[in-house]
């Protein structure tokens, strides 16, 4: 079974400027969870998205927004890029169901730099 | 959330077990406590979950505390593909919410050869 994948794995944007990211989760997985990691504040829980709904919401700017596709496929997006941005932003899966033995399954993480 | 609080280092020899404390003293009843490590360069990956009694799996042992207020993760026997940093995550065992992984700054372990 192939694992999460996250595309693009590095980006660089410069500030003000928008940008998307994209995630595929394991083969039947319905839940997609995005987490942003830096060095000061450490992973963070951006938003997860089960069956095409926002299920959960961290507590980010309205800036960050994400969606998900009939298929599973999330994307995550970031308007008004500020120098603060700059993380590395991972995508976890799961199958989605009620059961806490649902365990997280994380992609590489897609490196974002905005100068 | 609850909390949970892990030393932010620990060390260890290649080949010897290595014990990863985490409190959790406001753990409500309800609540999973779950294991994920983050080995460099990687995104993190599970390694074991608990409620009341202590668990075994091919990565590890989770002993948790009588009171659940503290558990410790066990790797048996050290490798250098153990150096990581490791996670302890409360879990809420039902509503969505139990999606929303709350990570604390881990411990960073290092296995020396």
């Known amino acids: 079974k192939a694992g999460v994948t996250q595309t693009p794995r590095y980006l660089i944007k410069t500030r003000g400027q928008q940008v998307t990211l994209s995630c595929s989760p394991i083969?039947?997985?319905?839940?997609v969870s995005w987490y942003q990691q830096t060095p000061g504040q450490g992973l963070q829980f951006l938003f997860e998205y089960f069956s095409e709904t926002q299920r959960n919401k961290g507590n980010f700017p309205g800036r960050f927004s994400g969606r998900q596709f009939s298929n599973s496929r999330s994307e995550m997006n970031v308007s008004t890029l500020e120098l603060g941005d700059s993380a590395l932003y991972l995508c976890?899966?799961?199958?989605?169901?009620?059961?806490?033995?649902?365990?997280?399954?994380f992609g590489p993480g897609t490196r974002l730099t905005v100068l | 959330d609850a909390k949970t609080t892990q030393p932010n280092s620990m060390e260890s020899n290649e080949e010897e077990p290595v014990h990863l404390p985490c409190n959790h003293s406001t753990i409500s009843g309800t609540d999973y406590i779950h294991w994920y490590r983050q080995l460099p360069s990687q995104g993190p990956e599970y390694v074991i979950h608990?409620?009341?009694s202590n668990v075994n799996n091919r990565m590890a042992s989770l002993a948790i505390a009588e009171d659940r207020k503290s558990s410790t993760l066990i790797l048996h026997r050290a490798t250098l593909r153990d150096a990581a940093v490791y996670y302890c995550i409360l879990r809420e065992s039902s509503g969505g919410s139990n999606y929303k992984l709350t990570f604390g700054k881990g411990t960073l372990l290092t296995v020396n050869p």
């Open positions: 608990g409620l009341t």
């Open positions: 083969s039947g997985h319905r839940s």
């Open positions: 976890a899966s799961s199958g989605g169901g009620s059961a806490i033995d649902n365990e997280q399954f």
